[in-house]
């Protein structure tokens, strides 16, 4: 006779803090009710399930408001917020009887009722609706999707987290500057031939664009339209006096063929001539980057425990 299984008892408190170290993206999950009103309630507990069929979930707690009428829907949509919508988060997230009064939303062809300006919205019809403890699991079978170059509102540890490309740091940081991007542009990297040898696109601030000195003046000149995903280096410049430089990682979004500049070399991040980029902390940079590249730390994971293989997003030859 086997002895029962002793429940662990948690401190709940604990459990949640500890729960809060995984970071998250922040939704709003939507629907309409059958009285053909909209209803909503945040939620980070999404998750992308399978690709094929394209499966997605969120939880939601048993003592929402909203539960019963998301535990009867047959379909949904999610709103991945973008940095700038906290406060779309704040009102999903309260108790509020006109959530959708105080936020921009449209309706979707399918029917949905989204977050005007989120990063990302899944239309969905309800494919299963799973009971898990003081929660549902709410599985939707996606039917139609969008994103845009919008930066995603994060959270940890019970804070938002916002990746966005604030200036406000970088004006703190006083005059000098030096404002430069790690751009990926089909399978290379953008460089450009200067008579100081390779450089990566840089100017002394991030924008704006019509400001030639700017990284986003620099870029235009080139012809090149970039979408600058996360910082990737800070530091100070070792020579003459002291300056910030800030490095944003990203990729080429757009390019003028006909005004590409003849400067601009696309080079394959294992073929980057390294002693051509004469400035020390920007090749020690590189290096980490073509390192952490290939550890595939940018990698996604496609396929089964059977066959399943790493993929990068941009292939290095
Ligand atoms: C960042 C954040 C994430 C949340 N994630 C979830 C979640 O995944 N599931 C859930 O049931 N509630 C979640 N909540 C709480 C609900 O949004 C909150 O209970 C809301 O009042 C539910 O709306 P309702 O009461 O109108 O149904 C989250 C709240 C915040 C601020």
Not at 222 to 234: M, N, Q, S, Y
Not at 282 to 303: H, P
Request: hydrophobic letters at 45%; charged letters at 20%.
């Amino acid at each position: 006779m086997s002895e029962p299984i002793s429940e662990q008892t948690f401190d709940t408190f604990e459990f949640r803090r500890a729960l809060g170290a995984f970071v998250t993206g922040v939704t709003v999950v939507t629907t309409i009710q059958p009285d053909g009103s909209p209803r909503g309630f945040t939620a980070n507990s999404f998750t992308s399930v399978s690709l094929d069929p394209p499966l997605i979930l969120v939880c939601i707690a048993k003592s929402a408001a909203s539960h019963a009428v998301f535990a009867t829907t047959n379909h949904f949509a999610v709103s991945m917020l973008a940095g700038e919508q906290k406060a779309v988060s704040g009102v999903f997230a309260s108790k509020s009887v006109d959530k959708f009064a105080q936020v921009s939303w449209r309706v979707r062809a399918t029917g949905a009722p989204v977050m005007e300006g989120a990063a990302a919205t899944f239309d969905c019809r309800t494919h299963d609706v799973v009971d898990a403890g003081d929660h549902i699991i709410l599985i939707g079978r996606v039917v139609d999707f969008v994103h845009t170059n919008s930066s995603p509102l994060g959270y940890c540890r019970g804070a938002y987290v916002n990746f966005s490309l604030s200036q406000d740091a970088l004006a703190a940081t006083g005059a000098r500057a030096q404002v430069g991007a790690i751009l990926e542009h089909r399978d290379g990297l953008v460089l450009l031939e200067t008579k100081n040898g390779l450089q990566l696109p840089a100017g002394v601030k991030l924008e704006p664009e019509s400001d030639a000195g700017s990284l986003r003046g620099v870029l235009a000149k080139l012809g090149l339209t970039a979408h600058l995903d996360f910082i990737f280096a800070v530091f100070e410049s070792g020579s003459g006096p002291s300056a910030s430089v800030h490095y944003y990682r990203g990729r080429v979004s757009s390019s003028l063929a006909a005004m590409m500049d003849s400067a601009i070399h696309i080079v394959p991040l294992p073929r980057i001539p390294w002693s051509e980029l004469r400035d020390d902390a920007v090749r020690s940079m590189l290096q980490r980057y073509v390192r952490e590249r290939s550890e595939d730390a940018f990698g996604i994971y496609v396929g089964d425990t059977e066959a399943g293989q790493v993929q990068t997003l941009a292939t290095a030859h």
